[in-house]
């Protein structure tokens, strides 16, 4: 797992002010005008397994008590958004000028079109579980084309009333 300085100082680090931050695991204080480089100095010296501190801390939380997601599974939500948001078809991550350019670790068309797939079931169900019974979620399943847009309408019968 790869960690960017700043995920670093998040994880094995407290921040008391703007500029000034403790270590988590010696209590020690920095001062720092700008970036981490004291930080990770720090780490860098002390602490040579400083990579399986920032993974414990990484799967415990920090200290908002949240977790962040796993580089792969950011990389595979990045992926299906550029896809979506530009109405681009799941072979596009397959060109050699995109995995080229792409920061973003590479994917097949068929895994993209996989999670794709998941997720459109994932809302759709979603969806329709939060709808009133009288609403009906109207899917058309024959449509095929490289370009799925993420569409549910709702019918709503006429003369009916909700309480």
Known sequence: MK?????LYSLLFTELSPNQARSSACQ?????????????????????????????AFCKGNRFDLTLPDQRVSDVFHWMEWC??????????????????AKME????AMLQKYIDLLYTY???GVALSLPDK???VLDESIQCLRRRFVLPASFPLGYEVA
């Open 106 to 109: 590479p994917i097949s068309a």
């Open 28 to 56: 020690t204080m920095f001062k720092s005008s700008n970036g981490y480089t004291n930080q990770v100095c720090h780490l860098l010296n002390r602490y040579p397994d400083y990579q399986e501190l920032a993974v414990a």
């Open 135 to 137: 609403f009906e979620l």
């Open 3 to 7: 960690f960017t300085n700043k995920d």
């Open 84 to 101: 979506s948001m530009d109405q681009i078809s799941a072979s596009f991550c397959e060109r050699p000028i995109v995995r080229k350019n």
């Open 123 to 125: 809302v759709r169900d």
